[in-house]
């Protein structure tokens, strides 16, 4: 497996400052999920994501190009702060936040939004491998209810169940051995 050119913090400001793209596309495709997850969990959409994303880059760019930024903390928490307070920030203006931001906070702390995003991250990765663990018909009916949305209908007729309440029947099976699987692998982080 090819390392990455941009492996640490100090390889990306290095990066930036020797004005290579790579290095920002990076960064765009590190930590743009989080920021967008945040966004979108806080009555967002997905454009407001990627626009919020773009000005919380252009700021780091543009205080790493004029050797201004003084970074205590990694990229990944600095820009999940910067993003964050952009975001209130534009909530507050269009009314859908009620308080108000004290203009002289120029850092949030975000340590434990970024563990927490994490660490539900590393469950959502492993609750990916216990699906494919479970097998079929299970993965399907699962996923046909839970990620698509069917109605135990339609998952009834899919499935040739003979009524709703059997289908019922065996999504709660699926999901209790879906469950087995998922906290066999899964280890809470302490």
């Known amino acids: 497996m090819k390392k990455s050119l941009y492996e640490t913090d100090e390889a990306v400001i290095q990066g930036i400052r020797r004005s290579d793209d790579r290095a920002l596309a990076h960064l765009y495709k590190l930590y743009f999920p989080m920021i967008s997850h945040f966004i979108l969990s806080n009555s967002g959409t997905d454009d407001e ?13 543009e205080k790493i190009r004029d050797n201004s930024l003084e970074l205590s903390c990694q990229i990944k928490t600095y ?21 108000k931001l004290d203009e002289t906070d120029s850092f949030v702390p975000v340590d434990e939004d970024t563990l927490q995003y994490e660490e539900q991250e590393r469950q959502f990765g492993i609750m990916g491998e ?38 019922k029947n065996q999504k709660y099976k699926c ?8 906290f066999a692998t899964y280890k809470p982080e302490v």
């Open 175 to 182: 999901l209790q051995r879906l469950k087995k699987i998922f």
């Open 79 to 99: 820009l999940y702060s910067v993003c964050r307070r952009l975001w209130l920030k534009r909530l507050a203006e269009k009314g859908r936040f009620a308080s």
């Open 130 to 167: 216990a699906l494919e663990q479970l097998g079929e018909p299970c993965r399907s009916l699962i996923e046909d209810f839970y990620i698509r949305m069917q109605n135990m209908q339609d998952i009834t007729d899919k499935f040739g169940y003979t009524n709703t309440d059997t289908a």
């Open 49 to 61: 994501a990627k626009d919020i994303y773009q000005e919380g880059v252009i700021v780091f760019y």
